[in-house]
């Protein structure tokens, strides 16, 4: 059964939803808006409140959240095309790095955290989003979905199929298989490394 929260607004549209590690305990996810607002709800997504009315122009794509983050507070928002910080829990943010693409997708594991972008391929940070540095291009016009499982990071591009990486990124190579099936709509990779891919196809 599915009802409406109160995170509805016909002039905005959420692009972006990120959980709490630590769900469970505090009940906390984070939403973000085309118009770039971030809100937060503390009661597992019943009620919503605003934190900022923008924190920069432009859409907010994505989020990720530390895995500290109940400690730390730290989470990362992707803002066209540029990385913003917050260790206060989203009250407040300073830009960080300006990348040379729409940031699509984040993921990381800590210290690691990895940026995709439109054709722009992939770009790591090893301080936690601090700085920024390019990975071996990916020849992709968008990398929606980035993931792992154990030590391969997989890497979507709706038009392009799944890239895989078994070296932290440095280098990447298309899943064979797909091609009759593009675009890819929906990427899901399970712990023990199953990977699961939908299509306007198949």
């Known amino acids: 059964a599915w009802r409406a929260t109160s995170l509805v607004d016909k002039d905005d549209v959420v692009d972006?939803?990120?959980v709490s590690p630590a769900f469970a305990d505090d009940q906390t996810v984070y939403a973000g808006t085309e118009s770039g607002a971030p809100h937060i709800s503390t009661d597992g997504g019943r009620r919503w409140s605003l934190l900022q009315s923008s924190i920069a122009e432009g859409p907010m794509y994505c989020l990720w959240l530390s895995p500290?983050?109940?400690t730390?507070?730290?989470?990362?928002a992707g803002i066209a095309n540029g990385v913003y910080l917050s260790t206060d829990k989203g009250n407040s943010w300073s830009r960080?790095?300006?990348l040379p693409g729409s940031i699509l997708s984040l993921t990381g594991n800590g210290n690691t955290v990895l940026a995709a972008l439109h054709e722009a391929g992939v770009f790591k940070s090893e301080d936690g989003g601090e700085t920024w540095a390019g990975t071996s291009k990916i020849t992709a016009r968008g990398?929606?979905?980035l993931t792992s499982a154990g030590a391969t990071l997989y890497a979507m591009?709706?038009?392009e199929g799944v890239f895989t990486s078994g070296d932290g990124g440095a280098g990447w190579a298309p899943l064979e298989g797909l091609d009759d099936y593009l675009p890819?709509?929906?990427m899901h990779v399970g712990e023990d490394g199953a990977v699961f891919v939908a299509s306007h196809e198949a």
């Open 16 to 18: 972006a939803l990120a």
């Open 68 to 70: 500290d983050f109940a």
């Open 72 to 76: 730390s507070g730290k989470l990362l």
């Open 96 to 98: 960080v790095a300006e």
């Open 143 to 145: 990398l929606s979905r």
């Open 157 to 159: 591009g709706p038009q």
């Open 184 to 186: 890819i709509t929906a």
